[in-house]
């Protein structure tokens, strides 16, 4: 227990120098470009994944993954696409991550299927690293995690991490990816091509711990593409137009994800900062940061800068376009400014908000503020 514990302790505060000291890391190469992505179908081998009644998991992403390869190679001829497996064979989940991280990929994506005893349930949904907010979430997570079981000495890998175990799943969602902010952004990329080009209906975007995840290094997302239990789901997910549509689906958000990195530099973003805030006069915000006494406050922090940002500069110009905007709240620690937006005390009200904010802040993410002070997320959560 002892053990445990300090790993525990461990962990949350790897967790916390993540999120605060690394929350604004940009992908991609020097100069932007994102060059390599690696596709990753689950499963595979002895491993069948969720079953149909008439297919397997591990069938059906694997078909899928094999049309968005060919899409991104035929019309992004610059990308390097690279496959965790392209055949029937069983790819341990650290390896997965250990593929994508070695060819220094720009983006991760899994494929998956889902199955529910519920056959009635339907639809698609992307994940990214981070808090579970609901108990399905940490089904789903503890299902695909479940994989390792097929691993020899799995354990030495996951440092000490049981699929069986309750405590263990609690300490993998208090770690966040680094690049957690640009992943959610993708991933709602996802879902709204999912919408508009396949036809599926959108499930959300949700976070978890999901082990495949866990040691990526670049903004990664896994997709469960529909539900292989439901019987009418399933007809579409089998077929050569169903997957290939799911594929064009994905590779529509891809190419809008791309788009949107390679228009973008971190270096460009600061000296719009600096270029703004020599022009305007400062709006001066007298309301309290936290206007709920001693509560927990969620917001999203849509910017931070070494120097203080003029409220009324252009750099917060779109705020206006974000439905539910409101005010722009600036909070100062450690050197450094943080601009935020929204006000909620419920987590999963804040999350449908942010996905507005990230339309027209990428990066955007969400934080937890007490008395005028950002908190750690996951303490909040909790609570």
Same mark, same amino acid.
């Given at each position: ?131 579970? +907010?609901?108990? &399905? ?7 695909? $995690?479940?994989? !390792?079981? =097929?691993?020899?000495?799995?354990? #030495? ?123 305007? +006069?400062?709006? &001066? ?7 709920? $006494?001693?509560? !927990?406050? =969620?917001?999203?922090?849509?910017? #931070? ?79």
């Amino acid at each position: 227990m002892v053990y445990k514990r300090n790993k525990l302790i461990y962990l949350v505060f790897v967790y916390y120098i993540l999120f605060f000291c690394f929350p604004d890391t940009f992908a991609g190469d020097e100069n932007g470009k994102l060059n390599t992505v690696v596709i990753d179908p689950g499963h595979g081998g002895e491993d069948p994944g969720a079953l149909g009644l008439k297919t397997k998991e591990k069938d059906i992403v694997l078909s899928v993954a094999l049309n968005l390869g060919k899409l991104i190679n035929e019309k992004q001829k610059e990308v390097k696409v690279i496959f965790t497996r392209n055949e029937d064979k069983f790819i341990p989940l650290h390896e997965r991550a250990e593929i994508a991280n070695r060819n220094n990929a720009d983006l991760f994506i899994s494929l998956h299927a889902n199955a529910n005893r519920n056959h009635n349930i339907y639809g698609a949904e992307t994940y990214a690293m981070g808090l579970y +907010t609901n108990e &399905k979430n940490l089904e789903v997570a503890k299902k695909e $995690n479940a994989v !390792i079981t =097929f691993e020899k000495d799995y354990s #030495s890998h996951y440092e000490g991490y049981d699929p069986n175990s309750s405590e263990s799943f609690i300490i993998f969602t208090l770690i966040q990816n680094t690049y957690q902010a640009q992943s959610l952004e993708f991933a709602g990329i996802v879902q709204d091509c999912f919408a508009k080009n396949a036809n599926r209906y959108n499930r959300g975007v949700k976070q978890a711990g999901f082990l495949v995840l866990w040691r990526t290094t670049m903004p990664s997302i896994l997709i469960e593409i529909g539900y292989i239990s439901n019987p009418k789901e399933e007809q579409f997910l089998c077929t050569a137009d169903g997957q290939m549509k799911l594929a064009q689906a994905i590779y529509n958000a891809f190419l809008e994800y791309k788009n949107q990195i390679e228009s973008k530099s971190a270096f460009n973003k600061q000296n719009l900062i600096l270029e703004d805030s020599s022009k305007d +006069t400062p709006i &001066k915000d007298s309301t309290s940061i936290d206007s709920l $006494n001693d509560s !927990i406050v =969620f917001k999203v922090q849509i910017l #931070s800068s070494t120097k203080q940002v003029l409220l009324n500069s252009g750099t917060f110009k779109k705020c206006k376009e974000i439905k539910g905007f409101t005010k722009i709240y600036e909070i100062s620690s450690n050197n450094s400014y943080k601009y935020l937006i929204g006000c909620s005390r419920k987590y999963n009200e804040i999350i449908d908000f942010s996905m507005a904010v990230r339309k027209f802040y990428p990066n955007a993410f969400i934080v937890a503020t007490k008395q005028g002070k950002i908190i750690p997320l996951a303490d909040a959560v909790k609570r």
